[in-house]
């Protein structure tokens, strides 16, 4: 069946360091995996993806890495700021885009 | 505006009464999503369009909700016979669709819906 999770649903950093949020999903026919950001009152906002014939990609300040074998995605962000402090999801497209649960990332000055 | 735009953004309505929300995707975004958020959970996938033809339908939860995209732009999320289980934030987002190789979906600010 479709299921995507994550594995904790609250995540606190210190501020600068750097923060991994973690991801299991089910669907082994998922064509993309997307990482997203929501903000209070906002909806979700786009931050990366990767393609399931990848297991790496990086863009400015975040990696998101996937493990086919295990099933597993995981989300970078280096350099935490407080701006980052926000619930981030996995979600992941087989036709349709499915969200997971969400991880509240709380950055610490 | 350059981004999706939902109506109203808040919505008080009765139990049993009939509401209607809109959604404005971004002009040319051919997919068009509909979810629910609940408080502490993940979008809930509703329904999907690709054009004006519902490409996926299986979320939504019962006959009293219906979706509608007549033109292939805007949309309208309906439901009927309202009951208070139905309150949540409902999103909309739009993306370039299948086929475009871009994944990223826009959504918009959202319509809190509250049943009382």
């Known amino acids: 069946g479709e299921s995507v999770g994550l594995h904790l649903p609250t995540l606190s950093v210190q501020e600068g360091d750097n923060s991994i949020i973690n991801c299991a999903y089910s669907n082994s026919a998922s064509d993309y995996f997307i990482w997203y950001k929501q903000e209070s009152g906002k909806g979700p906002q786009f931050i990366i993806d990767i393609r399931s014939n990848m297991d790496k990609r990086q863009g400015q300040r975040v990696t998101v890495l996937l493990n086919k074998t295990v099933k597993h995605l995981s989300l970078q962000i280096a350099a935490t700021q407080p701006g980052d402090s926000a619930v981030y999801f996995c979600a992941e497209i087989t036709g349709k885009l499915i969200f997971g649960q969400g991880t509240t990332l709380q950055v610490k000055p | 505006g350059a981004g999706v735009s939902q109506t109203p953004s808040n919505k008080v309505t009765e139990k049993g009464k009939y509401v209607e929300l809109r959604c404005d995707p971004i002009?040319?975004?051919?997919?068009l999503y509909w979810y629910r958020q609940s408080l502490g959970q993940g979008p809930e996938f509703l329904i999907y369009f690709q054009g004006t033809g519902a490409a996926d339908d299986s979320g939504l939860p019962n006959d009293r909700f219906f979706a509608v995209r007549p033109e292939g732009s805007v949309s309208t999320l309906k439901i009927q016979r309202t009951e208070r289980g139905d309150s949540a934030v409902y999103l909309c987002a739009s993306s370039l669709g299948q086929g475009s190789g871009n994944t990223e979906a826009f959504f918009g600010q959202g319509t809190r819906l509250t049943v009382v």
């Open positions: 002009s040319g975004h051919t997919a």
